[in-house]
């Protein structure tokens, strides 16, 4: 019996710059872990940017690179992590195709050979007995073994390892193991400021600067029924939602509505509390 295809992993070709705007020194920090062979933990709430950041600094490693680096066709390969994701699923599996057993590569293991950064997004949302395969691609070894196989691969030089996750689902049990956390450089992510957020709503939805100042205060706003209300903050992701339905001719007020508040909660009265703020914030 053929095992399940494996689940699909996003491979980045990355053609032209992600835009970011960086806040700190988080562009450093991951060039001099990139440099020193190192893996690197984002800890951050939803939204914040953790996935754009890891799109960017793939594309300046790889764009920054020498030819051969350069020429590798899918530099980043991102896996969204969930409570389904096993060890096989990462790694590879036995196939059956044309009546002959062949085997493929899983994403982690494609990441390996090649050279590629590998993202495994919101990583505590695998299962901990998946996520120890990682363990000695993250230490001097540097080797991924796969025991289906019986090959004991040892990683491109090139190759690098990022994990994302959002420290605001610890309550919910999902942390991750201190084993696994203390392998990783970790770069802590946090919403931007207002004036870096409008900038970034800017950018991202062709608004004007006002308008964007404006989405950036009501997020900035918002932010403080998280806990009163509200599982999670406004993540920047959904104001360029927003901004993005303002920018097609929508009215803010309802684009607000259906882009922020009906994203945030089905309570109707924090749905009618966020749109208080945007009555106050909104022309």
């Known amino acids: 019996m053929t095992d399940p295809t ?9 053609g032209c710059e992600p835009w970011y705007l960086p806040t700190g020194d988080e562009v450093a ?7 020193a062979r190192l893996p690197v933990l984002l800890r951050g709430p939803t939204g914040c940017g953790k996935t754009r950041f890891v799109e960017h600094m793939a594309w300046r490693l790889y764009r920054e690179a020498d030819t051969p680096r350069r020429a590798l066709e899918v530099p980043l390969v991102t896996v969204s992590c969930h409570e389904d994701l096993t060890a096989t699923d990462l790694v590879g599996r036995w196939l059956l195709a ?48 796969i025991e289906k196989t019986g090959e004991l691969l040892d990683a491109h030089p090139d190759f690098m ?19 696994t956390r203390q392998r990783f450089v970790s770069l802590d992510f946090a919403y931007p400021s207002p004036d ?4 970034i709503v800017a950018h991202e939805t062709g608004l004007d600067a006002d308008a964007a100042r404006r989405l950036a205060l009501i997020g900035e706003r918002l932010r403080h029924l998280e806990g009163h209300g509200l599982d999670d903050g406004v993540g920047t992701r959904l104001l360029v939602h927003a901004g ?15 882009a922020i508040a009906r994203a945030l909660t089905e309570d109707a009265d924090v749905r009618r509390a966020i749109a208080d703020v945007c009555d106050v914030l909104l022309p």
Do not use: M, Q
């Not at 920090?29 to 440099?35: D, V």
């Not at 870096?196 to 900038?199: D, I, V």
């Open 6 to 14: 494996p689940p699909r992993d996003d491979g980045a070709r990355l």
């Open 161 to 179: 390892l990022v994990v994302s996750y959002n420290p605001g689902h610890a309550a919910a049990g999902k942390a991750l193991k201190a084993s």
């Open 244 to 258: 993005r339905l303002i920018a097609g001719g929508i009215a803010p007020r309802r684009a607000c509505d259906v």
């Open 29 to 35: 920090l991951f060039e001099a872990a990139c440099a």
């Open 98 to 145: 044309d009546d002959a057993t062949v085997w493929r590569d899983g994403p982690l293991t494609r990441a390996v050979r090649s050279g590629a950064v590998c993202y495994l997004d919101e990583v505590v949302e695998a299962r901990r007995d998946t996520t120890v395969v990682i363990h000695s691609l993250t230490d001097h070894r540097r080797v991924l073994p």
């Open 196 to 199: 870096a957020e409008a900038t």
